[in-house]
């Protein structure tokens, strides 16, 4: 299983945190992807100055500064690499 580690610390709750975890369940589901792919809110990723922070596991791959707009494109991605 695919695992998104999204940082709730509280920097990154204060720049939307709360909101892109919904909007990330729902990009999730709408592509079918919530079998396969997990999203879990994480404690700090002690990235706090560039934060929201998203990690992908297994992989180790990082996005910082998410932004509501970004999630459809992020999750697209994903399903087009069949994950």
Do not use: K
Request: aromatic share 4%; net charge positive; hydrophobic share 40%.
């Amino acid at each position: 299983m695919v695992r998104l580690y999204l940082c709730m610390g509280p920097n990154c709750r204060s720049r939307g945190a709360v909101e892109l975890r919904m909007a990330l369940e729902q990009a999730l589901w709408q592509h079918g992807l919530l079998d396969r792919v997990e999203c879990i809110s994480s404690g700090c990723q002690d990235r706090c100055q560039i934060g929201p922070n998203l990690l992908l596991q297994p992989g180790g791959r990082r996005w910082h500064g998410v932004t509501l707009q970004q999630i459809g494109v992020l999750v697209a991605v994903l399903a087009d690499a069949g994950v």
